[in-house]
């Protein structure tokens, strides 16, 4: 049987602090970013009943960061009493858009078909996002569970972009830039992001420009849209678990700076 050797003893210790911090239920204090206050004001100032087009433009590999980011948000619209269509952009997103608006809009007893509906995926992304400026229902004559488009009460009275009030993409790559360029520069749909925190450097630009009207990013984003909410859900737990390892990171960091220095020390004086 082997024996712990030290990178063991580090990886225990690491589990111990976050399993540590996240049964003691440690709430942090973080402070709402102006990203992520514009996005919640943008969401909260329309007139309820109002239509968004929520896109999930993200792979299956970024879940565990685009969960909590996209309940966040779509808590919000639905607790608003905002209707909902959701697309996505990328084939991998599709199930789980169609699982994360069913989850969300049944803590709010919302209704498919009347509440919200899911047209899921459509191949080549810019003829898509540019077809549903003229018509979404040509686009998309079928929901995802093959049902007819104006066979809904919430779809009847939706065209085209005209009729939405903003595109909210909920994304882990570039594809939010093509709802800006297509959606927003031909049809001057209002676009809203919802990202993941590596992408968020990259849509400052569109931000500082007015292309994209709102934005907030990774987990951090969605804690604080958590705390807009009142409510608790992923973001503040992930972050509590990403804190809390980041906290014991630089714990070990300087505790081998202070060991290395003193057998320094301890070899001069010997």
Request: proline share 3%; glycine share 10%.
């Amino acid at each position: 049987m082997k024996t712990f050797e030290a990178r063991h003893w580090t990886f225990l210790g690491l589990l111990v602090v976050v399993a540590g911090a996240m049964i003691l239920n440690i709430k942090l204090d973080m402070r709402v970013s102006p990203y992520t206050q514009r996005l919640y004001d943008c969401i909260d100032s329309l007139p309820d009943g109002s239509v968004l087009i929520v896109s999930f433009d993200h792979e299956a590999s970024s879940l565990p960061e685009i969960r909590p980011i996209a309940q966040s948000v779509l808590r919000h619209t639905f607790k608003k009493g905002h209707k909902l269509i959701g697309v996505s952009l990328l084939a991998e997103g599709t199930l789980i858009g169609y699982r994360l608006m069913q989850e969300t809009a049944r803590e709010y007893g919302r209704v498919y078909g009347v509440d919200y509906v899911y047209l899921g995926f459509r191949p080549q992304y810019i003829a898509a996002i540019l077809a549903m400026g003229e018509s979404i229902g040509t686009t998309y004559p079928l929901d995802y569970l093959g049902r007819p488009y104006g066979q809904f009460e919430l779809t009847r009275s939706v065209k085209n972009y005209d009729d939405v009030a903003a595109v909210l993409s909920i994304a882990d790559g570039s594809l939010t830039t093509h709802w800006i360029e297509y959606g927003q520069a031909r049809y001057g749909v209002r676009v809203l992001g919802a990202v993941t925190a590596a992408m968020v450097t990259t849509y400052d630009p569109y931000l500082s420009s007015g292309q994209m009207y709102a934005m907030m990013g990774g987990l951090r984003g969605a804690a604080e849209y958590e705390k807009l909410l009142a409510v608790s859900g992923g973001g503040a737990r992930g972050m509590l678990a990403q804190s809390s390892a980041h906290l014991y990171i630089i714990l070990l960091i300087a505790l081998g700076n202070i060991l290395y220095f003193a057998s320094r020390k301890k070899g001069r004086g010997a």
